[in-house]
């Protein structure tokens, strides 16, 4: 059974930081590209940070120089590192292979960043 399953959301003040991880289980996602997707009310699913399986990362224009996606050491977990968070941030995150895949969209987890 193929499972991605996201954590470490929550409620941040603005400026402040958050570490979301995903677990990856079933197959080998060491092979893929990961990424991490975002979607906050009202608006289109939109792609915040990818990166190879050889570690390259591209990261979306609004992010850029405060988001770090990176892989663990075992390459089945994802990781990305939000830094100077905004309220504009506040959205579900959702990791999936890049490209997406319907067959893996997990649960999510939710980032709210407000005062």
């Known amino acids: 059974q193929v499972q991605l399953v996201e954590s470490g959301g929550g409620l941040v003040q603005p400026g402040g930081s958050l570490r979301l991880s995903c677990a990856a289980s079933?197959?080998?996602?060491?092979?893929?590209?990961m990424g991490w997707y975002r979607q906050a009310p009202g608006k289109q699913r939109e792609l915040v940070a990818r990166i190879t399986s050889g570690g390259s990362t591209n990261y979306g224009d609004n992010v850029k120089g405060r988001f770090t996606i990176s892989r663990g050491n075992a390459k089945n977990t994802v990781y990305l590192q939000m830094n100077s968070l905004k309220p504009d941030d506040t959205a579900v995150y959702y990791c999936?292979?890049?490209?997406?895949?319907?067959?893996?969209w997990g649960q999510g987890t939710q980032v709210t960043v407000s005062s």
């Open positions: 079933g197959t080998m996602f060491s092979f893929y590209s």
């Open positions: 999936n292979v890049w490209p997406p895949s319907s067959d893996y």
